[in-house]
């Protein structure tokens, strides 16, 4: 009988484990929905470019997807005690990466509520962390009894430019060019690479990679 999880046998190898473990949240979130489309592969890709021997991106992908939920809640833990003003930031981009299709899926929703009390934020701080981004507390799960719900799920996989890059910005609709840079302004505020420097070199690629995505999202919407 084995002592040690793979993942736990890998961390012991590691100079610097709070590093890996936000590689891995990242490499299991990519991978909650069964797969691991070419952007999230690219952005993991980016992400962990220039780590050298310290992250094998394909061998934490792999132990993500083999990952308990044990292993998870370690890796949390790990990135909680590390150093807690990182918290909300790691939370924030966890957050970002759920959106970057445009919509939040169920099993996204609930993931990213299991890391907030992981974190030892709990629902008031993830509500915190979530009107800071996009102005209103994190939605409720969807439910799957509710006919519209496979509905928003068609939409969101046909989605439009436009509806994608609203998404991005945390907006719907039809909002005004006043509504879309104030959004733009909160989420370069969140995104600034500056509040990742404690989570690791990781966490900082991670928060420029999203905001050069939401800066581009920002200038279709506005034609620059």
Known sequence: MELLSEFERLLVTREEPTRTCFVLVLCWLAQCDGHLDDDERELLRNVTAGSGAEIQL??????????????????????????PSSRKPILQLVISLALVDGHLLTVENHIVRLMADVLGLGLDGLNEAFREMVGHDFPEPDDPSDPAFFERG??????????????????????SEDAIKAAYRRLAKVHHPDRFASAGPEAVKTAELQFKRIRAAYERLLGA
């Open 58 to 83: 394909e061998e934490l992908l792999g132990i993500a997807r083999r990952a308990t939920l044990g292993d998870i809640q370690l890796a949390l833990e790990i990135l909680r005690e590390s150093n």
């Open 154 to 175: 068609r939409g969101a996989a046909g989605g439009s430019t436009r509806a994608s890059d609203l998404a991005a910005l945390g907006l719907e609709g039809a909002p």
